[in-house]
């Protein structure tokens, strides 16, 4: 079972950046997509953007265009750079496969806010 620990989160600016970090552990970590995923609170966990094994990503329309997503496949890590960062992009961030099956880690806080 692949374990993850996600990390980078904190205060921004609106038009501010983050970068958020996925640690798994697990030797399988490369075989599955992987995705970040949110929840604001009082709202469902969404998905916002996915990378295949193979490097492809995917991105929720609410994001695209200002996060990208990647994979250090050799370090058993994935990436969320966050750029034009919106209040409503205000959540706690998640990672997991895509879809999800494993346990949920902690999640690390965003909060944009002037």
């Known amino acids: 079972q692949v374990q993850v620990v996600e990390s980078g989160g904190g205060l921004a600016q609106p038009g501010g950046s983050l970068r958020l970090s996925c640690a798994a552990s697990g030797s399988r970590f490369r075989i599955y997509a992987m995705g970040w995923y949110r929840q604001a609170s009082g709202n469902q966990r969404e998905l916002v953007a996915a990378v295949t094994s193979g490097g492809r990503t995917n991105y929720a329309d609410s994001v695209k265009g200002r996060f990208i997503i990647s994979r250090d496949n050799a370090k058993n890590t994935v990436y969320l750079q966050m750029n034009s960062l919106k209040p409503e992009d205000t959540a706690v961030y998640y990672c997991?496969?895509?879809?999800?099956?494993?346990?949920w880690g902690q999640g690390t806080q965003v909060t944009v806010s002037s």
């Open positions: 997991n496969a895509d879809p999800a099956k494993f346990f």
